[in-house]
T-cell receptor, first 114, second 114 residues
Framework: ETGVTQTPRHLVMGMTNKKSLKCEQHLGHNAMYWYKQSAKKPLELMFV???????ENNSVPSRFSPECPNSSHLFLHLHTLQPEDSALYLC?????????????FGPGTRLTVT | SQQGEEDPQALSIQEGENATMNCSYK?????LQWYRQNSGRGLVHLILIRSNEREKHSGRLRVTLDTSKKSSSLLITASRAADTASYFC??????????????FGTGTKLQVIP
């Protein structure tokens, strides 16, 4: 248990569906991240939130929409996805400000787009 | 091109042997971290080495950092079957906004045969 939970753990959705991924951290951290992990590709940073403000958006298509209502919760809203969006989506949190912040990862949501 | 690239991509050893994985990166860093990922799960932080450090130990793990060569190595001594996992290096730099930006490599898949 890393103190970061993600739900659901598995999700199968059609290209016309709308769904949301949820991440919650119980560590008192002030930064949260969404990553995408596809087979045989490096971990891709999608979004970074620091103090509930989005500070990085790595050219992610608009069909992915993040939301950070408070420092403990992070959502990734999905709509009109493509089959190539199938991947493991990982959430992480860290405490910004200290040099060398380690990131604590959730178990991930395995997303399959059909 | 990747900021962090691990070498080898895959490694298979007998239980009890040592495993060495290497990571090369391209730009200046604040620190370098190693993470481990069991199949289909989130990443777990193993060890962090700062840019002004050359070597660090944690249990059976030994990490070295050579900033002149922009490379790091992770040594796992006396390997166990439970060490079977993927290992990632992650470099930590600050982006233009001053926020932490961690970039992960492609990973080394380690298999320890009982």
């Amino acid at each position: 248990e890393t103190g970061v939970t993600q739900t659901p753990r598995h999700l199968v959705m059609g290209m016309t569906n709308k769904k949301s991924l949820k991440c919650e951290q119980h560590l008192g951290h002030n930064a949260m991240y969404w990553y995408k992990q596809s087979a045989k590709k490096p971990l891709e940073l999608m979004f970074v939130y620091s103090l509930e403000e989005r500070v990085e958006n790595n050219s992610v298509p608009s069909r992915f929409s993040p939301e950070c209502p408070n420092s403990s919760h992070l959502f990734l809203h999905l709509h009109t996805l493509q089959p190539e969006d199938s991947a493991l989506y990982l959430c992480a949190s860290s405490q910004e400000g200290a040099q060398g912040d380690e990131q604590y990862f959730g178990p991930g949501t395995r997303l399959t787009v059909t | 091109s990747q900021q962090g690239e691990e070498d080898p991509q895959a490694l298979s050893i007998q239980e009890g042997e040592n495993a060495t994985m290497n990571c090369s990166y391209k730009t200046s860093i604040n620190n370098l971290q190693w993470y481990r990922q069991n199949s289909g799960r989130g990443l777990v932080h193993l060890i962090l080495i700062r840019s002004n450090e050359r070597e660090k130990h944690s249990g059976r793990l030994r990490v070295t950092l050579d900033t002149s060569k922009k490379s790091s190595s992770l040594l796992i001594t006396a390997s166990r079957a439970a060490d079977t996992a993927s290992y990632f290096c992650a470099t930590d730099a600050r982006n233009s906004g001053g926020y932490q930006k961690v970039t992960f490599g492609t990973g080394t898949k380690l298999q320890v045969i009982p």
